[in-house]
């Protein structure tokens, strides 16, 4: 697994500039970086950030 920031505002930028220079989608991202998505959604999503699949990113 790869690691990854423990400051969800630092993880948040992180996990954004992947999607945007190296990933397609957040599967893709994932999948590749062996992240657990329900992992990285639940620490995203508890200070209010949702993953947009049509902009390919956390907002």
């Excluded at 062996?34 to 390919?56: M, T």
Aim: charged share 25%; proline share 2%; with cysteine.
């Amino acid at each position: 697994m790869t690691e990854l920031p423990s400051d969800v505002m630092m993880l948040l930028s992180y996990v954004n500039m992947k999607l945007r220079d190296c990933y397609g989608s957040l599967d893709e991202m994932c999948s590749d970086m062996q992240i657990d998505r329900h992992w990285l959604e639940e620490r995203l999503g508890s200070v209010g950030f949702q993953y947009n699949k049509v902009q390919n990113k956390f907002w």
